[in-house]
Nanobody
Framework: QVQLMESGGGSVQAGGSLRLSCEAS????????MGWFRQAPGKGREEVAR??????TYADSVKGRFTISKDYAKNTLYLQMNSLKPEDTVTYFC?????????????????WGQGNQVAVSS
């Protein structure tokens, strides 16, 4: 059974940084396409970034500020968030597309983390 355990959210002032972590159990991050999404109350889920083996992709709203990465030794996915803005204040979810690591850009995600709140004050 695949489980994704998130950590690292919290509160920060605008311009600050946070790093979200997503530790996987039951499968390996190295063998799966993984991503980060975010969702504001009453709105749809927005894709933030995704990565397979390499060549990560990012939403235009976070490009140049956020970095997605995998640590194979720790079996963990990260989202480094720099230059945070108040509009980044939402709940973030990590996700895994089980069984696929290639052609990550077209894969549907099958497993989700519990969500992690980020609050950025102006």
């Amino acid at each position: 059974q695949v489980q994704l355990m998130e950590s690292g959210g919290g509160s920060v002032q605008a311009g600050g940084s946070l790093r979200l972590s997503c530790e996987a159990s039951g499968d390996s991050v190295s063998r799966n396409c993984m991503g980060w999404f975010r969702q504001a109350p009453g709105k749809g889920r927005e894709e933030v970034a995704r990565v397979g083996i390499n060549f990560p992709t990012y939403a235009d709203s976070v490009k140049g500020r956020f970095t997605i990465s995998k640590d194979y030794a720790k079996n963990t996915l990260y989202l480094q968030m720099n230059s945070l803005k108040p509009e980044d204040t939402v709940t973030y979810f990590c996700a895994l597309a089980r069984g696929f690591v290639a052609q990550c850009s077209v894969r549907a995600f099958t497993h989700w983390g519990q969500g992690n709140q980020v609050a950025v004050s102006s």
